[in-house]
């Protein structure tokens, strides 16, 4: 392709390949302080490309491709190209990685333990990740969390944070010397801009962590928090999970195994603060 | 004969095609043969302790789970249409 770029976040590289110049601009601006795939050699190729010759210039419209595709995926405009990226990247995770069970689920740790926070996309999984990072827990990742049939132990996924629609106002107050990608408006998500994580999320991308609690937050309601009994933990991980099926037994080994050993409790919360005081709390009487 | 038929006998799948893991009022099941995870309530995990790998009918099956279980109110008929939705599964052999 035209242009390109490798990165890899925590155990996982990726080659980047472009039709036109600025996402990869975006890319390595957002990813420099990243390490390069191990021996050079991407585990995945993302291919963002123009559906016709004529549009890499006429109205552009960035296709997502790589290694494995969804045949009918609506191209973003140009404008979005740094989204196409990073849902590209995902995409190949969702559908190919096989090493790891995917568990949708950001995940923050403190003192070789990880919390992992799971829910729908608007539950508030990417801003309490992010919140808590603000507050010196080490960032892990904030779309899949990746759990090793082998140890039982979590791999950070610290790609950029996604933020959506208010989070992004309340992270840019709270972390105003952060490295932020651009306003992406009118996404089918809403508002998205990306964040960076912090340094020491990426110097420490390559630890895993032992899982000590699960959440299952809900943002809008008064503090409340119930525990999770192990067969709903793990009838919701598996719908969250794109591998589950494709990890077969590894796959329920592993998932029966953390969700016999791992307290979990769903949460409500009303707003940021509450929910900060409430994971802590929770994290000192379960982890 | 037709499914739900009393005449049927039923046999317990080989267990090593079965993983089990009772978790709390769930059972979890994972079929070896179809990869398919199964999430049972009980009667299941009943149902298949009580199968033997030679087929049993329904009499005897209810006969048996009333040994182990306090059954309240044995219906054969029921038995045998749990026994067929588990042998549709492939949790359950039917002979």
């Known amino acids: 392709m035209r242009y390109s770029t490798r990165l890899r976040i925590g155990p996982v590289g990726f080659r980047v390949g472009s039709d036109w110049r600025a996402p990869i601009e975006q ?4 990813y420099r302080d990243y390490p390069r795939p191990d021996d050079g050699i991407a585990d995945f190729n993302v291919r963002l490309f123009a559906a016709r010759p004529w549009r890499r210039f006429v109205r552009p419209a960035v296709m997502i491709g790589g290694d494995y595709t969804i045949p009918d995926a609506l191209p973003l405009p140009l404008n979005l190209g740094l989204l196409a990226a990073e849902m590209g990247m995902n995409l190949q995770m ?8 995917l568990l949708h689920a950001s995940a923050v740790e403190r003192d070789g333990k990880a919390l992992v926070m799971t829910g729908v996309s608007g539950a508030g999984k990417s801003t309490l990740a992010t919140l808590l ?10 779309e899949f969390a990746l759990l090793d049939p082998e140890t039982g132990l979590i791999h950070g996924f610290p790609r950029l944070v996604s933020l959506k629609n208010e989070s992004v106002g309340v992270v840019e107050r709270l972390m105003p010397d952060a490295r932020f990608g651009p306003l992406l ?10 964040v960076v994580p912090d340094a020491r999320a990426i110097a420490a991308m390559d630890a895993p962590a032992k899982p000590a609690l699960i959440l299952f937050p809900r943002f809008g309601f008064a503090s409340e928090d119930r525990p999770v009994l192990p067969s709903e933990i793990f009838v919701r991980l598996t719908q969250a999970s794109t591998n589950y099926v494709a990890m077969a037994e590894r796959g329920f080994d592993a998932l029966t195994a953390l969700v016999q050993s791992v307290p979990a409790r769903a949460i409500d919360y009303p707003d940021t603060e509450a929910a900060v005081a409430l994971v802590e709390r929770l994290w000192g009487e379960l982890a | ?24 009022a769930m059972t979890l099941i994972y079929h070896r043969a179809s990869g398919q995870t199964h999430v049972v309530a ?3 995990p009943e149902l298949i302790e009580v199968l033997d790998e030679m087929p049993c009918d329904v009499a005897t099956l209810l006969a048996r789970l009333g040994e182990h279980f306090d059954l309240g109110d044995p219906d054969a008929a029921a038995l045998a249409a749990r026994l067929d939705e588990l042998a549709d599964v492939g949790l359950a052999v039917r002979a």
């Open chain 1, 27 to 30: 890319l390595d601006r957002l």
């Open chain 1, 94 to 101: 969702a559908l190919a990685q096989r090493r790891y069970l």
């Open chain 1, 133 to 142: 990072m603000a507050r010196g827990w080490r960032f892990m990742g904030d």
């Open chain 1, 185 to 194: 408006p009118g996404t089918p998500k809403g508002d998205i801009r990306h």
């Open chain 2, 1 to 24: 004969m037709t499914k739900g038929d009393q005449r049927y006998r039923y046999a317990r799948v080989p267990l090593p095609t079965l993983r089990i893991v009772p978790l709390d």
């Open chain 2, 42 to 44: 009980s009667p299941v």
